[in-house]
């Protein structure tokens, strides 16, 4: 199987987190990860360009295929909701003007996938993530391993959605690849 690589995001405006997860066979590789610290901006436009920007640099030098990201969760304060559903748009539209898939799952979902408990902590979802991936992970920056989470939740959603290919990216392609699989009635 060849190689596939997932760009995680944890969208924020004072910290991004993100991470590069390459799969390679049944190996689950941690190629890069950490966080965009944007507290010291004032204005909410340098923080937005800050995430286009690096988002758009991770592209390029780590050339994953699909991007998966943390949906806002809803909250009391709709300003908080707001902010960081600008960031994940802002983040979505760098993917989309490199050509990437994406995919959003809620925080829930991630925990579930992780850990087995859609109500874990970020630090119990950390410690999972070092007993998933091959690599050491710096569980220094919990915005950090949360968008690890991200990308290795979206890796398990495709591999028991399309088989263990993950490069399946809709059902079309997974029947032409797979027609031993169509149901016939």
């Known amino acids: 199987m060849p190689r596939h690589r997932i ?40 923080k937005l360009r800050t995430i286009y920007e690096h988002t758009s640099a991770q592209i390029e030098m780590y ?48 925990k579930q996938s992780i850990t087995g408990n859609g109500n874990a902590s970020k630090e119990q979802v950390a410690a999972m993530l070092k ?18 989470a991200t990308a290795v939740c979206h890796h398990f959603q495709m591999t028991s959605l399309f088989g263990n290919t993950g490069k399946a990216k809709d059902w079309k392609k997974f029947l032409a690849d797979n027609p031993e699989r169509k149901w016939r009635p």
């Not at 390459?22 to 966080?35: A, Q, R, T, W």
């Not at 559903?85 to 829930?108: C, D, F, N």
């Not at 710096?138 to 968008?147: E, I, P, Q, R």
């Open 63 to 110: 050339q994953p295929e699909s991007l998966a990201i943390e949906a806002p969760f809803y909250g009391k304060n709709i300003q908080s909701m707001l902010k960081l559903g600008r960031a994940q748009g802002v983040a979505m539209a760098a993917a989309i003007s490199h050509g990437l898939s994406i995919t959003e799952y809620s925080p829930k979902k991630i």
């Open 7 to 46: 760009l995680g995001i944890d969208p924020g405006t004072n910290i991004l987190g993100f991470a590069i997860l390459e799969i390679d066979g049944n190996s689950l590789n941690l190629v890069h990860m950490g966080v965009v610290k944007m507290g010291h901006f004032n204005e909410q436009a340098e």
């Open 131 to 148: 007993t998933i991936i091959s690599k050491e992970v710096d569980d220094s920056y919990l915005d950090a391993t949360d968008a690890l």
